[in-house]
């Protein structure tokens, strides 16, 4: 079946054209959608686009970073502002697919994907999406559902302190395996504690979470094997890996811990 590509000047003016045909995917960078559609997936008949420059724009100002949602993974690596999320970024596939996976595709991915997700989780980041600004954690909730066929404009979020920020990603195959799991972590702490604590997974549900119960355990500890030992016995509360050709669910449950305890002490 052929698919039809249409073009639109305007994010608006695409997410209206988006939300108008049933039978329509929003195109990125494809590194998924077009992967779709060769493997036979006949649930869509066209492609819909924009070209609007304000979905590639970065831009940091007073602390706080804005990556338009076309934004890719090579342009996040090549930009020194952005240096906190330079390790997630070239943790997603190849070369050639950090020079066309966005930002805006990468948090619709399904696990074992969208590790970028998981970095903007714990950094708790907000999506512009239809007019609003939306927590990146209720969007990710929401995304097959509410925006479903939505058009994300931009993803924001504060940088983090020097050495506040921690990411990992496990797989089998490097350097560019897809995740056994995927963490990521931001840690603020003074006088030798912990004062707070946002840890976000990936590959432990069918998109990232957060993973509450460690965060709550972590704080006012000391960030020692002693102090993070109560956050690794709850490390996998509230999750429901997914099991598929790289792990088993069980498997994932089991060496959660291990990994968590690494990016803890790091």
């Not at 329509?24 to 924009?50: H, K, Q, W």
């Not at 509410?146 to 089998?172: C, E, G, Q, Y």
């Not at 590959?203 to 102090?227: S, W």
Request: contains cysteine; hydrophobic residues 45%.
């Amino acid at each position: 079946m052929a698919l039809t590509l249409q073009t639109f000047p305007t994010s608006d003016a695409a997410a209206a054209a988006l939300a108008a045909d049933g039978a329509a995917r929003y195109l990125g960078g494809g590194t998924l959608v077009v992967r779709d559609a060769n493997e036979g997936d006949v649930t869509f008949s066209s492609y819909i686009r924009t070209t609007d420059p304000a979905l590639s724009a970065v831009t940091v100002t007073g602390g706080r970073a804005k990556l338009g949602a076309s934004v890719t993974m090579g342009r996040i690596i090549a930009d020194e502002r952005l240096e906190c999320l330079t390790k997630a970024a070239h943790s997603v596939g190849g070369p050639a697919i950090r020079n066309m996976a966005t930002v805006g595709g990468n948090l619709f991915a399904p696990a074992p994907y969208g590790d970028l997700g998981v970095a903007l989780l714990a950094l708790d980041a907000a999506v512009e999406i239809g007019g609003a600004s939306v927590p990146l954690a209720r969007f990710l909730k929401e995304r097959d559902t509410a925006h479903a066929r939505s058009v994300v404009k931009s993803i924001s979020f504060a940088l983090p302190n020097t050495d506040a920020f921690r990411f990992i990603k496990v797989s089998r195959i490097k350097p560019k395996g897809v995740s056994v799991i995927t963490i990521a972590a931001v840690l603020e702490e003074s006088g030798g504690a912990i004062t707070s604590a946002r840890i976000a997974y990936g590959c432990m549900a069918d998109r990232p979470i957060r993973a509450t119960a460690a965060e709550g355990a972590l704080v006012g500890k000391p960030r020692t094997a002693e102090g993070i030992r109560d956050a690794l016995k709850v490390a996998s509360e509230g999750t429901d890996p997914i099991t598929d050709a790289i792990a088993s669910a069980w498997y994932r449950t089991q060496v959660l811990p291990v990994h968590l305890g690494r990016l803890l002490l790091a």
